[in-house]
């Protein structure tokens, strides 16, 4: 009878140690679960932080090149207009006669506006403009112009970088 109570206190205390043990395993799983789902949620936060960081980026390259491609544009602007008095001397002011129609052909269209309709006379006295002045607004007119366009440019670089950076 003792060798059963001794059988039966070791198969007691072996269900006991297993039963300890499928607790400790039960825990260890709970724990691996709570641990993937931490990295998870970091792996997510890393991901939209890099994609925060690749569109900071981006736009600061785009923003970047934009502010040199003005630059330029001014600066070839600039010197244009400086360049004025060597390309169109005093004695070609006093040589060309700048009529009075296409001093109004040219105020329409860099006003963006229609002609009013009457050609006017042909005869009509010479504008009181310079050639040089003409060339001038010219060159300032083409100025602002290639500005523009270097603006719409880097907004497109800006919105193409935007929509290449999202997921």
């Known amino acids: 009878m003792t060798r059963a109570l001794i059988l039966l206190a070791l198969l007691l205390a072996s269900a006991a140690l297993a039963t300890c043990q499928q607790q400790r395993i039960g825990t260890a799983r ?9 990295l998870n949620a970091e792996l997510e936060a ?4 890099k994609q925060e960081l690749l569109t ?4 600061t390259t785009i923003v970047t ?4 491609r003005v630059q330029v544009v001014r600066e070839r602007g600039a010197t244009l207009i400086k360049e004025i008095p060597v390309y169109v ?9 700048v009529p009075a129609g296409f001093v109004r052909v040219h105020d329409a269209a860099a006003e963006g ?4 309709g009457t050609a006017g006379d042909p005869d ?15 060159a300032a007119n083409y100025g ?6 270097a603006q719409v440019i880097g907004l497109q670089d800006y919105i193409r970088g935007q929509l290449d950076a999202q997921p």
Request: aromatic share 2%; with cysteine.
């Open 113 to 116: 506006i229609p002609l009013d």
């Open 65 to 68: 090149k934009y502010v040199d």
């Open 46 to 49: 890393h991901s939209a932080t």
């Open 144 to 149: 602002i112009c290639h500005e523009t366009a």
């Open 30 to 38: 709970a724990g691996e679960i709570s641990a993937n789902t931490a």
């Open 124 to 138: 009509a006295s010479a504008s009181d403009i310079a050639l040089s002045a003409i060339a001038e607004v010219t």
């Open 56 to 59: 900071a980026l981006s736009a």
């Open 89 to 97: 001397t005093p004695i070609a002011d006093a040589a060309c006669v």
